[in-house]
C-alpha cells in the first residue's frame, strides 16, 4: 500500500525556471495538501484542495498554483522559482473529516539557486 | 502570531524521564487535536490524538482544555527512539484544515 507518493524527492532549481511536484494518494482520500516546511517556521500550509474540482489559498500561497488533476492526484507548480521557495515540501491527504489524521508523502527537497 | 504555538525546546532529558510539551492554539473554532512524530529528514506522521476527556496510549497520554485552549502530551519512561520532533496540530471543523504548530525538539540520551 503505497500512501501518498511524491515526486521528485529532489531538485535543484536555477531561478527563474519553472517545476511541478506531483502528488498522488491510493486511499481515496477527498482532501489534499501542499506544505512547505523551513527551518523554525514548522509546516505552513500552500494550498488545499477539500474534495475534488475544489481548490483554496493557504496560509503561503504566493508564488504557486496547484491543479487537483482527479480525486487521487494533486500537483503542485512553482512558475517562475525564487531562492525564497527553497524548502521542503509536502504533500498530504486526509478523508475530509474532522477526526480523522492526515497522511503526508515523504517530501521533496527543493533548492532553488 | 500563529493560530498554533509550541516551545521548540529541545528538550534534553536522560531515558528513563517524564517530560511534557505544551502547546496552544488561538482559534476557538478548532475542533480537532493531535499529536505528530517527525524523524530527522521525514514525513510527520501520527501520534495520537486528542480527546477531550484525556486519553492514554502505552507510555503517552494526551490531555485538551478547551477553556484555556491548550493541548499537552506527557511522555513518561523516555526511550532513545522517542527522540524526535513533536508537532501539535488542531484542525477546524467544516472544511477540515490541519494547521501545524512549529514542533518541539525531543533528544532523549543515555
Known amino acids: 500500500n503505497a500512501g501518498v507518493t511524491q515526486t521528485p524527492k529532489f531538485q535543484v532549481l536555477k531561478t527563474g525556471q519553472s517545476m511541478t511536484l506531483q502528488c498522488a494518494q491510493d486511499?481515496?482520500?477527498?482532501?489534499m495538501y501542499w506544505y512547505r516546511q523551513d527551518p523554525g517556521m514548522g509546516l505552513r500550509l500552500i494550498y488545499y484542495s477539500a474534495s475534488e474540482g475544489t481548490t483554496d489559498k493557504g496560509e503561503v500561497p504566493n508564488g504557486y498554483n496547484v491543479s487537483r488533476l482527479n480525486k487521487r492526484e494533486f500537483s503542485l507548480r512553482l512558475e517562475s522559482a525564487a531562492p525564497s521557495q527553497t524548502s521542503v515540501y509536502f504533500c498530504?491527504?486526509?478523508?475530509?473529516?474532522?477526526?480523522?489524521?492526515?497522511?503526508f508523502g515523504q517530501g521533496t527537497r527543493l533548492t532553488v539557486v | 502570531r500563529k493560530e498554533v504555538e509550541q516551545d521548540p525546546g529541545p528538550f534534553n532529558v536522560p531515558e528513563g524521564a517524564t517530560v511534557a510539551f505544551n502547546c496552544t492554539y488561538s482559534n476557538s473554532a478548532s475542533q480537532s487535536f493531535f499529536w505528530y512524530r517527525q524523524d530527522c529528514r521525514k514525513e510527520p506522521k501520527l501520534l495520537m490524538s486528542v480527546y477531550s476527556s484525556g486519553n492514554e496510549d502505552g507510555r503517552f497520554t494526551a490531555q485538551l482544555n478547551r477553556a484555556s485552549q491548550y493541548i499537552s502530551l506527557l511522555i513518561r519512561d523516555s526511550k532513545l527512539s522517542d527522540s524526535a520532533t513533536y508537532l501539535c496540530?488542531?484542525?477546524?471543523?467544516?472544511?477540515?484544515?490541519?494547521?501545524f504548530g512549529r514542533g518541539t525538539s525531543l533528544i532523549v540520551h543515555p
Open positions: 486511499m481515496n482520500h477527498n482532501s
Open positions: 498530504a491527504s486526509s478523508e475530509g473529516s474532522s477526526l480523522t489524521e492526515a497522511f
Open positions: 496540530v488542531a484542525a477546524r471543523g467544516g472544511s477540515y484544515i490541519p494547521t
